[in-house]
């Protein structure tokens, strides 16, 4: 609900107790002028007579309220308007409307209340004669009173109503008797002390007051020397105007003779000469790609060149992105160069326009209040006992009433989103390390989470793994970097524009700011052709963006044969995981004696010998829309996929899945089980957020970017704000790597010659299927007879039906028949009969 709706609804409120203020106010009125204008003789409810006029000022029902109250409380009738005006104070004056209620409180001041209005009617009916002819202590009084009189004596049945009465008093009006007895103990001994060195404090009492005096005076002179000195700078300023305006009607003449001198004795522009600073003779000059611009020594905040920023945008502009770049030609290996910084620099994306919009204290209080009262609502007390305010959503924490149920809080998600006016409400039911739970609500104002703001936090440049990438905020706005391999695969699923495309193009950005080629290789896999063509050229890629489907294949082949390749390097070496592969390499040259392929064998390669081992990067494969490809290819690809997830984390192979279909048949138990972690983008359902997560919460989510991600061995999701990257941004990163260097592709890993090593348990590659020993003469009839049939061969040959067909399926392999056509499934002998001798 928004401020001026809810502003509107508590005015509302606040002006339905004023009315009920005014409308106590004016009973306790009249029934007080009824009480004071009694009449015994007027008609009421034990008065029957007629008379020619009521003197009562209430009118007859003046009469007949005054008579009850006589008749039913005696003298404390009296203490009638009070109460109600007391009551009606109490209730119904809320400055700030509330609906907080102690009702342990409430119930001892109601007790109180009973306890003392009997009791006093008691003991007046005792000790007080009667008024007229009414009890003096009313009906209720009296029945209480005789009602006692029967058990106790007189002097008893007084102490019992006295210590009902203090004990009733003490309840209704809330305060401590014994406090009472302590304050005026000490103001009594401090009387005491006072009167006791009544001369020193008299003596201090008229020094005080000099003192003050003299304040004030000091306070006069200091307002009179202010204004003094106002009026001094007002006049100083006016005559500083005055010569200003004589001075510059003075030397106007003079400086169009100095503009017109100097036109003519230079041609270079005003701006050239005056804001650029030309090289002194004998010094080199600036140039911007000697600029080291990750320098160690000099960070981002203490050197930012103000020359070089109009020399990168020059260079910027002359890139043309209207087409898509052709494919890189294959080098040997990426040199980078020397002249250009290793990495991109951060000015290549676009920075937030900070437009500070900040949710005061008081919108927080309210918005807690009004979460409360719409829980109570529902008949669920809790309290909030913290407010997160963020971005895109605030979290209320709540601590629930003892024996309330979590389950009934996230039952009522949808009943609390139509209640508060929100778009959606997700409910936390879990917080680790706290024993309260949440309400996550969106804010009035969404607030962007752009790229560049999480690139540039401490924690992704003080991050040495090469997989560190950047998924947003979280709920208050800190940044959110992960590990890549520590996952060490990962699942993205969402329905289309919930922002699952943004996001991975935020991970490849992430991963081209923190890793070179040397460091980082990428397969991009990408069904759709849309999302990830951008990337084409880039020298991190092992071969072209895969659009085809087959291809996709063979290349999750090759990272099979990879793989198992690279395990056998690290058994021969004697290391557990890539990274201590690379280690041991670089100390074996930095020793001088470097590592030999162990792998090597003679024939492999034109060399005579084995060739060194160099450093062996991390390889990435991204899945764009893995849906299409399980729908394409089948079960042999969730075969590939769930071999490299199980065994390809210590080889260095990671593998990032994205699709916009979470449904069981795409997102099957076996890769789940093999990817613990998962991001799940906004859902259209509970059913699709249990096949991500395991969970509910992800159909709750607000779309555009806003995610619920799961880290590898924790059972809560985390919420994140996901980053937001144009495409320009991409365009202008993908653009300054492919100025460092060309591609050094891969050619095997789409032609698709694997050898066994890479084949699966059990599978044969193509064409690899054994020849039947019948088939040359199989192949001899048929040509002969120029027909060709399952039951001809079997009958022929005498062997099963089985046998019969695989023949019939190789002839048709090698071309000897053809296919089947027609309606009879007849095949035609293609191959030419057997030349006669």
Not at 196 to 217: F, V
Not at 698 to 717: F, R, S
Request: hydrophobic share 45%.
């Amino acid at each position: 609900m928004s401020n001026s709706k809810l502003l509107n609804h508590l005015s509302g409120v606040q002006k339905l107790l004023e009315v009920g203020i005014i409308v106590s106010a004016f009973v306790a009125i009249f029934i007080t002028l009824s009480l004071f204008t009694f009449s015994p003789v007027d008609p009421s409810w034990s008065q029957q007579q007629w008379v020619a006029e009521i003197q009562n000022s209430g009118g007859r029902v003046g009469a007949w309220i005054a008579d009850i109250l006589f008749f039913g409380f005696g003298f404390l009738a009296y203490l009638i308007p009070v109460i109600i005006i007391s009551f009606a104070w109490a209730i119904l004056w809320k400055p700030t409307f509330t609906l907080e209620v102690d009702f342990l409180n409430l119930s001892l001041r109601i007790v109180g209340f009973i306890f003392t209005f009997f009791s006093l009617s008691a003991l007046i009916a005792l000790n007080v004669s009667d008024y007229l002819y009414y009890p003096s202590g009313g009906l209720i009084g009296d029945i209480l009173a005789q009602s006692m009189l029967g058990f106790f004596s007189l002097v008893a049945v007084n102490l019992i109503l006295l210590t009902f009465l203090i004990s009733g008093t003490t309840l209704l009006f809330g305060f401590s008797w014994i406090r009472l007895i302590d304050g005026l103990g000490e103001y009594t001994l401090n009387g005491i002390s006072w009167l006791a060195n009544l001369p020193n404090n008299l003596k201090q009492m008229k020094e005080e007051r000099s003192d003050s005096d003299q304040q004030r005076l000091l306070d006069k002179q200091q307002v009179l020397q202010e204004k003094l000195e106002k009026k001094q700078q007002k006049q100083a300023i006016k005559e500083q105007k005055k010569l200003d305006n004589l001075a510059s009607k003075a030397t106007d003449e003079d400086d169009d003779m100095f503009l017109s001198e100097q036109s003519d004795d230079s041609d270079e522009s005003f701006l050239g000469t005056s804001f650029i600073d030309t090289p002194n003779e004998g010094e080199p000059e600036l140039n911007i790609d000697d600029i080291d611009w990750q320098s160690d020594d000099v960070s981002d905040q203490e050197f930012e060149p103000i020359a070089a920023e109009p020399k990168v945008e020059k260079k910027l502009a002359k890139v043309d992105f209207s087409h898509l770049p052709e494919h890189a030609r294959p080098v040997e290996r990426f040199v980078a160069d020397q002249n250009i910084a290793p990495l991109p620099h951060i000015d290549l994306l676009d920075r937030p326009d900070k437009k500070e919009n900040p949710i005061s204290q008081q919108e927080l209080d309210t918005a807690a209040r009004l979460v409360e009262s719409k829980l109570l609502e529902f008949k669920i007390k809790a309290d909030v006992v913290n407010v997160l305010p963020g971005p895109v959503i605030t979290r209320f924490e709540l601590d629930l009433a003892p024996g309330m149920k979590v389950s009934t809080v996230s039952s009522l998600e949808k009943d609390l989103a139509r209640a508060l006016s929100a778009m959606s409400v997700r409910v936390v039911d879990q917080i680790p390390g706290k024993s309260v739970i949440a309400l996550e609500l969106p804010n009035r104002h969404r607030e962007i989470v752009y790229i560049s703001e999480v690139l540039d936090c401490k924690r992704f440049h003080e991050s040495k793994s090469p997989l560190t990438m950047v998924l947003g905020a979280d709920i208050s706005g800190q940044p959110v970097v992960v590990d890549l391999a520590k996952m060490p695969h990962l699942l993205v699923a969402g329905t289309t524009g919930s922002g699952k495309s943004v996001g991975v193009n935020c991970m490849l950005v992430s991963l081209l700011y923190k890793s070179s080629p040397e460091d980082l290789r990428m397969i991009l896999i990408d069904p759709k052709m849309l999302e990830l063509n951008v990337y084409e050229g880039i020298p991190h890629l092992l071969t072209e963006v895969v659009t085809d489907m087959k291809d996709a294949a063979n290349a999750l082949r090759w990272c099979v044969g990879e793989m198992e390749r690279r395990y056998k390097l690290l058994a021969e070496i004697g290391v557990r995981n890539l990274a201590g592969y690379n280690t041991a390499i670089k100390k074996a040259k930095a020793a001088g004696e470097p590592i030999v392929d162990p792998l090597w064998k003679p024939g492999d390669s034109m060399a005579e010998s084995a060739p060194e081992l160099e450093k062996l990067p991390t390889i990435v494969v991204v899945v764009d829309e893995f849906a299409d490809m399980m729908m394409i290819v089948g079960k042999k690809c969730e075969e590939l996929i769930t071999r490299i997830a199980q065994k390809a984390r210590a080889a260095g192979i990671h593998l990032i899945l994205a699709t916009q279909r979470p449904s069981v048949d795409v997102i099957t138990g076996l890769i789940k089980a093999n990817i613990p972690t998962r991001i799940a983008f906004q859902v259209s359902s509970k059913i699709d957020s249990r096949t991500i997560l395991g969970q509910q919460g992800a159909e709750t989510l607000l779309g555009h970017g806003d995610m619920l991600y799961m880290p590898p061995g924790v059972g809560v999701p985390t919420r994140v704000h996901g980053a937001f990257v144009d495409d320009h941004e991409v365009h202008k990163v993908v653009a300054d790597w492919k100025k460092r260097g060309q591609p050094n592709y891969v050619q095997e890993i789409l032609a698709g010659d694997a050898d066994l090593d890479m084949l699966l348990p059990g599978e044969q590659a193509e064409g690899d299927e054994e020849i039947d020993p019948l088939f040359d003469e199989v192949v001899s009839f048929i040509t002969e007879t120029r027909k060709v049939s399952i039951s001809s061969i079997q009958r022929r040959f005498r062997i099963g039906y089985n046998r019969s067909a695989r023949l019939v399926d190789q002839l048709q392999a090698q071309g000897v028949i053809s296919a089947p056509s027609g309606a009879n499934s007849n095949r035609d002998v293609l191959a030419p009969p057997p030349i006669k001798d």
